[in-house]
């Protein structure tokens, strides 16, 4: 078993205003974890956004804290932004174009994030 307190995972910044803390990833623990999943808590500062991107591995945001807008765009380009708050989830499927953006003039948003590990499973793997 492996215990921590995500104040003990330096947090990375990956964007303007977003940090990420990679709590589980591939190199955390032996082969015995397998290593399908990896959690990672971001904090998006106010005024700050993660762009419409995709990617392979599928993903569930949960809000922990603070109002977000996410967005996707369906396969027609059709953009559809969403409010969410403390307590609500949002499950991407592989490939789905996505983006969030904090609105708040003052209060950051705290979530966590669970992706799948694919193929070699090196998106499971901290960016350094």
């Keep these: 078993m492996i ?6 995972v330096e947090p990375v910044e990956v964007g303007k205003g977003v940090t990420v ?6 190199d955390l623990g032996g082969d015995e974890y397998l290593h399908n999943h990896a959690l990672r808590m971001f904090t998006i500062a ?5 762009s419409i991107h995709n990617h392979e591995f599928t993903q569930i945001v949960y ?10 765009l369906s396969h027609d380009g059709t953009r559809k932004d969403r409010k969410v708050g403390p307590g609500d989830y949002v499950y991407t499927y592989s490939y789905e174009h996505h983006g969030i953006r904090n609105p708040s003039d003052s209060t950051p948003v705290n979530l966590l994030c669970c992706i799948d590990c694919v193929g070699d ?3 499971c793997v901290p960016t350094r």
């Design 3 to 8: 215990c921590k307190n995500y104040e003990d």
């Design 21 to 26: 803390r990679w709590l589980t990833h591939k």
């Design 46 to 50: 106010p005024k700050s956004e993660v």
């Design 63 to 72: 809000i922990l804290s603070g109002t977000l807008i996410f967005s996707v």
């Design 121 to 123: 499973k090196e998106n």
